[in-house]
């Protein structure tokens, strides 16, 4: 299986403020980058797809100016959430995947608690 | 967004029984994938199924691509405590299982003691 990491693990922050969560892949490198949103008791909601070096492509209801993903190297991406509001208090987990391969695998998720 | 339809929503069983847990689709997938979740972490995949009508094993897990496409099982035999946690079916379009995914409403295993 891959190896991938998500720092930070958990997060509280205040209203109004920004948060930076990333994602590598240590073992593979990523031609492009799923990031999921998962509310709690519920299942994984896709937010947006991105390939290395190109514009993020957003999820039906996911705000781009609000989420912002750079995905400017083959093992890494990060998610930002800005102005982040309580609402968008979740776990977000990335899931990093190389063309051709097989099946996706999953970063340990972030946990974002807005106050 | 789209989400699959698994059934049941939670299992209470006790250690060493067999569970059934089945995930339904309107459309057709050309992948599914069978994954587990621990509280506070990603999801781990269990089975992968590339192929209608595909049945694959994986120790005490065995899972089933329906033949229409637009379903599949997961069983687990001999249930031990480790197995407790929620299981999420998901699908593709891609052969591979390499694009993104629709993940199922999930099922909520525990075990009683």
């Known amino acids: 299986g891959a190896v991938v990491s998500q720092h930070p693990s958990w997060v509280i922050c205040k209203s109004g403020t920004s948060v930076k969560i990333e994602c590598r892949s240590l073992?593979?490198?990523?031609?492009?980058m799923f990031w999921y949103r998962q509310f709690p008791k519920q299942s994984l909601m896709l937010m947006a797809t991105s390939n290395e070096g190109s514009k993020a492509t957003y999820e039906q209801g996911v705000e781009k100016d609000k989420f912002l993903i750079n995905h400017a190297s083959l093992t890494l991406s990060t998610l930002t959430v800005t102005s982040a509001h309580p609402e968008d208090s979740s776990f977000y987990i990335c899931?990093?995947?190389?063309?051709?391969?097989?099946?996706?695998?999953f970063g340990p998720g972030t946990r974002l608690l807005v106050l | 967004g789209q989400q699959l339809n698994q059934s049941p929503q939670s299992m209470f069983i006790q250690e060493g029984e067999d569970v059934s847990m089945n995930c339904t689709s309107s459309s057709i997938f050309n992948t599914w994938l069978w994954y587990k979740q621990d509280p506070g972490e990603g999801p781990v995949l269990l089975i992968a199924?590339?192929?209608?009508?595909e049945l694959t094993s994986n120790g005490r897990l065995t899972a089933q691509f329906g033949i229409t496409r637009k379903d599949s099982f997961l069983n687990i035999s001999a249930s031990i405590p480790s197995d407790v946690g929620i299981y999420f079916c998901a699908g593709t379009l891609s052969n591979f299982g390499n694009e993104k995914l629709t993940f199922g409403t999930g099922t909520r295993l525990t075990i009683i003691p």
């Open positions: 199924l590339y192929k209608a009508g």
């Open positions: 899931s990093p995947q190389v063309t051709g391969r097989e099946t996706q695998y």
């Open positions: 073992d593979f490198q990523a031609t492009t």
